[in-house]
Nanobody, 128 residues
Framework: QAQFVESGGGSVQPGGSLRLSCTGH????????VSWFRQAPGKEREGLSC????????DYADSVKGRFTFSEDSDKNTAYLQLTDLESEDTGIYYCAAAPLPTCGRNWYLLEKFYEYWGQGTQVTVSS
């Protein structure tokens, strides 16, 4: 049974950094669109990034552009999200997800129904 297993969350002070990782088991990330989402208490889930290795598409949400960096290691079948210069507004549960699509569309973050595999979620807390 395929799984997407994530880790790396924690509690940091404003301005701190974390590195989240998601490892695919039973499926190959290189053939999927791989995204990160987050959900803060009382708010809807928010798309953060989308990457497809097929065409090199890499999109970030405006709220995290310049602070968060996506990467993918094909040998380890693992996706990463480097979080830097964290702010209190970044607090929430972070999820990785994979969709069997060849590219990230302009509105990929609105189409959660296409995501076949989801990580279990990891908590990121940013506070003084």
């Amino acid at each position: 049974q395929a799984q997407f297993v994530e880790s790396g969350g924690g509690s940091v002070q404003p301005g701190g950094s974390l590195r989240l990782s998601c490892t695919g088991h039973g499926f190959t990330l290189a053939t999927y669109a791989v995204s990160w989402f987050r959900q803060a208490p009382g708010k809807e889930r928010e798309g953060l990034s989308c990457f497809t290795s097929r065409d090199g598409t890499l999109d970030y949400a405006d709220s995290v552009k310049g602070r968060f960096t996506f990467s993918e290691d094909s040998d380890k079948n693992t996706a990463y999200l480097q979080l830097t210069d964290l702010e209190s507004e970044d607090t929430g549960i972070y999820y990785c997800a994979a969709a069997p699509l060849p590219t990230c569309g302009r509105n990929w973050y609105l189409l959660e129904k296409f995501y076949e595999y989801w990580g279990q979620g990891t908590q990121v807390t940013v506070s003084s």
